[in-house]
């Protein structure tokens, strides 16, 4: 059977880091690359594994590809500290490493959301597949400040079995981090020479609310769905806005 690295990524994760580690503790080993924590992140990891890094955070893609340099293994499983591998899913992915197609590059899973205590399965967030089990060789993390995305060079076989996502327990901490991201996002765009639009301004929010509510059925969630689409537009909004006025600011700074 091929073996299986783990990688997690962490910054201050005490609440969540001890059930995603018992969710993988059946892979080969398990890298844990953390951003300074200042709870019991690194106390709690350490009682998984000896290969614990702590680093000065550079973006998401960054810290993911310094972990893919510490592993020892083929393969390898990417997850967040908020996700968990479920039983069926460790067996659909060892039954697919012990016999695996030299063609094969990565494995993608569909990702289920809990948000606000809640199961979300339409405002296009499920399945919400995406690649997390591939080949070191055939795999490397965009270095994007937000939402990095893994890039593959080969052939994608889908599994079935759901990865578990617990994304905002409460209110709060989905603020916390709209507030980190929506800030990440207006630097990469304007980073990337991107220009403030009026017009994205208003028209992009009331469209993604649109698409996820109606297009992706989000009424189906009920209530907690209408919070989700309410909110996602909102983060578009506030992503422009942060744009806005970081324009204003760099303008403001050549004078």
């Known amino acids: 059977m091929s073996k299986l690295s783990v990688i997690v990524i962490t910054k201050n994760e005490e609440k969540n880091v001890r059930e995603c580690l018992l969710s993988v503790l059946w ?11 200042t709870d019991n992140t690194l106390g709690i990891a350490k009682e998984f594994t000896q290969k614990v890094y702590s680093r000065p955070w550079d973006g998401y893609g960054a810290a993911k590809n310094f972990g893919l340099t510490q592993c020892a293994c083929e393969w390898i499983l990417s997850i967040d500290a908020d996700e968990r591998v479920t039983p069926e899913l460790r067996e659909e992915i060892l039954g697919k490493l012990s016999s695996v197609n030299q063609k094969t590059a990565a494995f993608s899973v569909p990702r289920r959301a809990n948000f606000l205590g809640k199961w979300i399965y339409h405002c296009g967030w499920y399945p919400g597949r995406i690649a997390r089990v591939f080949r070191r060789s055939a795999g490397r993390f965009t270095e994007e400040k937000v939402h990095e995305r893994l890039e593959i060079r080969g052939e994608i076989v889908p599994l079935h079995s759901d990865l578990l996502h617990y994304t905002d327990p409460d209110l709060k901490s989905y603020f916390e981090k709209s507030n980190k991201y929506t800030s990440l996002a207006a630097e990469e765009l304007l980073d990337h020479k991107k220009k403030f ?12 609310f649109f698409r996820m509510y109606v297009l992706r059925l989000g009424f189906l969630d009920g209530l907690t769905g209408f919070i989700l689409c309410v909110l996602s537009a909102n983060y578009v909004f506030t992503k422009y806005a942060k744009l806005w006025e970081r324009t204003l600011k760099k303008e403001g700074d050549l004078r």
Do not use: C, Y
């Open 27 to 37: 892979a080969d080993e398990i890298i844990v690359v953390d951003a300074g924590s």
């Open 197 to 208: 639009s009026l017009v994205k301004l208003i028209v992009n929010p009331f469209w993604i």
